[in-house]
């Protein structure tokens, strides 16, 4: 009887793990990891330009112009809106992969902010000079 519980137990164990690979390779065959980072800090990116740099008395253009922006940035990335919502519901589902996909896309607009401030000194300098 114990031998029965603890191979029931043990198939479901991997069938559940083989659930939990098969999830990472579904998402990588809509959308690869590294792609998604690119397309969410593209994301990130157009969304604080439409929120910061946009005039507010523009609210109707900002408005208007927002699904065309959008639409550039799938075009861009060669992907639909479709596909992206797939995959990032495909890879939401896993807290750890789009925890690591987020810390990513932080990452490298903490480094394009580094970089650009960067840049900002040396103007700077080269101007006192």
């Known amino acids: 009887m114990k031998q029965g519980f603890f191979i029931i137990f043990l198939f479901i164990l991997l ?3 083989c659930d ?8 990588e ?3 690869e990891k590294d792609k998604m980072i690119e397309i969410l800090t593209d994301m990130y990116l157009l969304e604080a330009y439409i929120h910061n740099e ?6 109707h253009k900002k408005r208007d112009t927002t ?20 995959a990032f519901h495909c890879y ?3 807290r750890k992969e789009i925890d690591y ?13 580094s970089k650009e401030s960067q840049k ?4 700077k300098q080269n101007e006192d000079q």
């Not at 996909?101 to 902010?113: A, F, P, R, W």
């Open 15 to 17: 069938f559940l793990s």
């Open 20 to 27: 939990l690979l098969d999830r990472s390779s579904q998402c």
């Open 29 to 31: 065959r809509i959308i």
């Open 54 to 59: 946009l005039d507010i008395k523009a609210f």
């Open 67 to 86: 699904p065309y922006f959008y639409a550039t940035l799938f075009n861009k990335h060669d992907v639909s809106k479709d596909v992206f919502d797939k």
């Open 92 to 94: 939401a589902s896993d």
């Open 101 to 113: 996909i987020n810390e990513e896309v932080i990452n490298t607009i903490s480094l394009m902010h």
């Open 120 to 123: 900002e000194v040396e103007q």
